[in-house]
């Protein structure tokens, strides 16, 4: 049999990427670093990631912050040298690039940054493969100019870049999780052909054995089996929702009360469209006004979860904004 890969995992979490690798059967973990941090003001070691890892994985992940932290000190905290690692693993927090953020249509979240530190990594360690994970707006998004910058690194580094948008769904995920996923080879081609599922799966075929709970409850055979706490709308909400693969903005007009709103002031709709394209072409009045005509008249719109036409604008998601900033130039 031949000897297994090595691979240290940046950003191991709870230990998914890195339990894939270890049930494929050719590789071994030799080091794992996490903060353990969820949010920033939550602290450090709150998610308690590593004891997750650890008891999976038989690793105790070192508690570092990888902004900060050389991939010496990584080395000689595990004791292996840069030519044991054959795989980098890093998928660094993808909290600042989703779309799903508003905040990230304007600002550049500073821990973007850390998707960069993966070149540093591999510059330092020289592995054979750096694997990435991460949502779709680090290729395609306002802030892909991060990954433009890991992909001229590694380029100069002797390395192949492999990048492709998929929806995991498609490859056995019970779950539709649209993800960039990164490849690099050291000193040679590669491309990526994943063989996919015929049928997907859904929740009901991963947990579907698990029993039923009541709201708030937790299984006496299985700690980890609990059942959240939810009451009144939210509850009311969950019920709503079509089964086998629907959401929230599958609700009809008369559910409208139950859609998620998240307020949109009136100074934040005025900062989106100083950094918006339209900025050069329509006057702030303008871009107000047709926002307005459209969060009123636009169905599409109000699929997205807009439960109200009136300041303070109440949206569920930045999209609106987004199609009154496109509408401005017709």
Known sequence: ??????????????????????????????????????????????????????????????????????????ASHFGFTASDVDVLISCAPCTGFS???SRNHIKDDRRNQLVERAADFAEAWRPKYVVIENVKELLRGRHKHHFQALHERLAQLGYDVFAEIHD????????????????????????????????????????????????????????MHTCPNLKGVSLERMKAIPRNGGSWIDLTEEQAHLRMDRLMSLPTILQFWKTARVRRRTSPLAFLVRTYQILRTDNAVWRTGCVSASPPFSCARLVNIKIAAISCGR
Request: net charge positive.
């Open 99 to 101: 779309q799903k953020q």
């Open 1 to 74: 049999m031949p000897p297994k890969l090595k691979f240290v995992d940046l950003f191991s979490c709870g230990g998914g990427m890195s339990s894939g690798f270890i049930r494929q059967g050719s590789f071994q973990t030799i080091g794992a670093v996490d903060l353990e941090v969820a949010k920033p003001s939550h602290g450090i070691g709150a998610t308690f990631c590593n004891d997750t890892y650890e008891r999976n994985l038989g690793l105790r992940p070192m508690s570092a912050d990888l902004a900060i932290t050389t991939p010496d000190e990584v």
């Open 168 to 223: 995991l769904k498609e490859f056995g995920l019970p779950q539709s999780r649209i993800r960039s996923l990164i490849v690099a080879k050291l000193n040679g081609t590669f491309h990526l052909e994943l063989p996919r599922v015929n049928k997907h799966r859904t929740v009901r075929d991963a947990i579907g054995h698990l029993p039923a709970l009541q709201a708030g409850a937790t299984s006496q055979k299985d700690e």
